[in-house]
């Protein structure tokens, strides 16, 4: 799974992307929140708007800002084929990935596991000083490996990974408290480090005295 988080002045942005059968997993979600025909997705309905999708996904999920749950609504889920898999690192692919159907209007529906799924929610609140959980539920799956790309107004601020274990709240620490903590814990380092040289050259400086004595 990956997740693209844009954190702004004035509100926050999720993006998620996996295959389509196991974001259903992951949130906890029946695949009856997507539209079927005999027990497939049927695509057609997905020219349309699809927040209503969205929002179903996360029911089981809250997403949350601070100690603030239920701040998020969903902005479209889409459903694209997995031989044809967008690229997401960044807010405009996950835009651009969740708004755009590529999968072409075939008339029969396809099996789920075909497909590769892309969703998007929006929140009218900043999070640059705040943390973002995503709660979700315990269903009894594997350690899931989540890519995580973090971005505020000037771009990228961080990439890595994290493995998550079932019913594991993910934590994405606020930005500010971030910088925060690391420019302490490089002070800290300097301090250390200046201290360190000072005591060796006090060593160095005392060493000739001790073998003349």
């Known amino acids: 799974m990956v997740i693209v988080t844009h954190r702004l002045d004035d509100n926050t942005q999720l993006y998620f992307s996996s295959d389509a059968q ?4 992951t949130f906890g979600a ?3 929140i ?6 497939k997705v049927d695509l057609d309905p997905f020219f349309e708007g699809t927040w209503e999708m969205g929002d179903a996904l996360a029911a089981n999920t809250p997403l949350v800002i601070g100690d603030a749950p239920g701040l998020f609504e969903a902005m479209s889920l889409m459903l694209h084929p997995i031989t044809d898999k967008l690229p997401m690192t960044t807010p405009l692919e996950g835009m651009i990935a969740m708004s755009v159907c590529t999968a072409p209007p075939l008339g029969a529906p396809v099996p789920v596991t075909t497909m590769h799924g892309y969703v998007g929610y929006y929140a009218d609140i900043e999070s640059l000083d705040a943390p973002i ?4 539920p315990s269903v009894g799956r594997d350690v899931l490996r989540i890519d995580v790309h973090e971005h505020d107004e000037r771009g990228r601020l961080a990439s890595y990974s994290v493995e998550l274990k079932d019913g594991e709240v993910l934590t994405l620490d606020a930005p500010r408290t971030r910088l925060a903590t690391a420019g302490i814990g490089l002070l800290g380092a ?3 480090a200046l201290a360190t040289l000072a005591v060796v050259g006090v060593a160095r400086r005392g ?6 004595g």
């Open 30 to 32: 029946p695949i009856e």
């Open 34 to 39: 997507l539209p079927l025909r005999d027990g």
């Open 22 to 25: 196991t974001m259903l997993d």
């Open 190 to 192: 300097l301090g250390l």
């Open 133 to 136: 959980r995503i709660e979700f």
């Open 207 to 212: 060493h000739p005295a001790r073998l003349a």
